[in-house]
Nanobody
Framework: QVQPVESGGGLVQAGGSLRVSCAAS????????VGWFRQAPGKEREFVAA????????YYADSVKGRFTISRDNAKDTVYLQMNSLKPEDTATYYC????????????????????WGQGTQVSVSS
C-alpha cells in the first residue's frame, strides 16, 4: 500500500515551466504504476501522463505530448512531472495516483484503474 503526496504546484506565466512531484512511500514502490491526472473547475478529471514501475514505459495525453515529461526515481519513491511551455489551459489541480501493476511494467490511463490518490496540487498558468 502507498500514499501519494503531491508537491511543487504554483503560479507561472504562459510559456514557463514547473515541476510537480509525487512522493509515495512503500517498500515495493517499483511495483506500482503511477499516473498524473488533472481537473479544472467545472470540468471532468482528465488523464495527463502515466509511467510504469521501472520507468521504462510512459504514455501521454495528446494535449501535453512534447511539452510534459513524466519520470521516476524509485530510490526516492518519487515520480516527477516536468511541465514546459505551459499554457493557460493547463491550469488545474494535478493529482497523482498509484496502482499495483497487473502485468509486467505496465501503465494505466483510466482513473478507475488506480487505487491510491493524492490530495492534489494546484497549477495556475497566467496569460
Amino acid at each position: 500500500q502507498v500514499q501519494p503526496v503531491e508537491s511543487g504546484g504554483g503560479l507561472v506565466q504562459a510559456g514557463g515551466s514547473l515541476r510537480v512531484s509525487c512522493a509515495a512511500s512503500g517498500r515495493t514502490f517499483s511495483s506500482y504504476s503511477v499516473g498524473w491526472f488533472r481537473q479544472a473547475p467545472g470540468k471532468e478529471r482528465e488523464f495527463v501522463a502515466a509511467i510504469s514501475g521501472s520507468g521504462g514505459n510512459t504514455y501521454y495525453a495528446d494535449s501535453v505530448k512534447g511539452r510534459f515529461t513524466i519520470s521516476r526515481d524509485n530510490a526516492k519513491d518519487t515520480v516527477y512531472l516536468q511541465m514546459n511551455s505551459l499554457k493557460p489551459e493547463d491550469t488545474a489541480t494535478y493529482y497523482c495516483a498509484a496502482t499495483l501493476m497487473e502485468y509486467s511494467d505496465s501503465y494505466y490511463i483510466n482513473p478507475a484503474d488506480y487505487d491510491y490518490w493524492g490530495q492534489g496540487t494546484q497549477v495556475s498558468v497566467s496569460s
